[in-house]
């Protein structure tokens, strides 16, 4: 069973420029959740999504990120413009929402912004 | 709010050495506890969790933790530690019946010495 996919595994890209990251959840998981990771902050929480529907973006930075789920199985977080401190590690986590549920990672998407 | 507070920031140790690391919530209702691990350059992956029933709770590796309800602890122990063991360990919590929130510590880096 194929686990969560993400893409692109590694991206670099210059300051201003706009950065797409995707996410394929597990097969029949109806949570989704965007993760950053990096030295100074370790992992925090950008956004989650319960049944494709956002339900709690407070650790979305700014106004420069957005994320979309239009189906259940495809996800997409965007940075517009993006700027050096967005140089992280991001993770997609997928789960299934039961009291027993842990959540799936991801092998993460390195983001490097010049 | 809640808070997931892991005290132990990195950790070296030596091969064949115990190890216990340290972790406390602030949530005093039901809660569902996990230890993740993150090994160098690699997603987060599930150790153990526990939900409910025995509070000693036995995961992958030979890893085991220990639910302490009255001390809000959930504290990760491993008799004998490997130089494989070097890793990123993170505790998170995610409080039952609204099961879709989940809080990670800090995290707590483990150097095993060979």
């Known amino acids: 069973d194929a686990g969560v996919i993400q893409s692109p595994r590694h991206e670099v890209t210059e300051m201003g420029q706009e950065v797409t990251l995707r996410c394929k959840p597990i097969?029949?998981?109806?949570?989704l959740f965007w993760y950053r990771q990096t030295m100074m902050r370790g992992l925090e929480l950008l956004i989650y999504?319960?049944?494709?529907?956002?339900?709690?973006d407070s650790g979305m930075p700014e106004d420069r990120f957005s994320a979309k789920m239009p189906n259940a199985s495809f996800s997409t977080l965007k940075i517009q413009p993006s700027e050096p401190r967005d140089s992280a590690v991001y993770f997609c986590?997928?789960?299934?929402?039961?009291?027993?549920?842990?959540?799936?990672f991801g092998e993460g998407s390195r983001l490097t912004v010049l | 709010a809640q808070s997931v507070s892991q005290h132990n920031h990195h950790v070296i140790l030596s091969e064949a050495a115990s190890l216990e690391l340290g972790c406390n919530y602030s949530?005093?209702?039901?809660?569902?506890l996990f230890w993740y691990v993150q090994y160098p350059g690699q997603h987060l992956q599930l150790l153990l969790k526990?939900?409910?029933?025995?509070?000693l709770v036995k995961g992958i590796k030979g890893f085991e933790a220990e639910f302490i309800k009255s001390k809000f602890s959930f504290n990760l122990r491993k008799p004998s530690v490997q130089w494989s063991d070097t890793a990123e360990y993170f505790c998170?919590?995610?409080?039952?019946?609204?099961?879709?929130?989940?809080?990670f510590g800090t995290g707590t880096s483990l150097t095993v010495i060979p």
């Open positions: 986590a997928s789960r299934w929402t039961t009291n027993t549920g842990e959540l799936f």
């Open positions: 097969s029949g998981h109806n949570s």
């Open positions: 999504f319960n049944n494709n529907v956002p339900i709690d």
């Open positions: 949530y005093g209702g039901t809660v569902n």
């Open positions: 526990y939900f409910s029933g025995d509070p």
């Open positions: 998170a919590v995610s409080r039952a019946n609204t099961g879709n929130q989940f809080y």
